[in-house]
């Protein structure tokens, strides 16, 4: 997936989880370089542009789901 795309924390490779595919209710770290030095805590359902998809997930998971 192409940097500065908006994606969510959960799904995102900067996401301090040791979880192979993190929950949305989790909290954690951001790892992000530039974001580092701000130690932020995120939760899953946060997101931002500097986003890049996490290891082992299929980039269909950042696809808006249809409204049920
Ligand atoms: S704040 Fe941005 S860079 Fe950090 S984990 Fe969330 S989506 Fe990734």
Do not use: I
Request: some cysteine; glycine content about 8%; overall charge positive.
């Amino acid at each position: 997936m192409a940097r500065n795309s908006w994606g969510h924390c959960s799904h995102c490779k900067y996401f301090a989880s040791p979880a192979a595919a993190p929950l949305d209710g989790e909290e954690a770290a951001c790892d992000e370089p530039g974001l580092a030095k701000l130690e932020l805590r995120v939760f899953g359902t946060c997101g931002c542009k500097r986003f890049e998809l996490r290891k082992g997930l299929a980039p269909t998971v950042e696809r808006p789901r249809a409204a049920v």
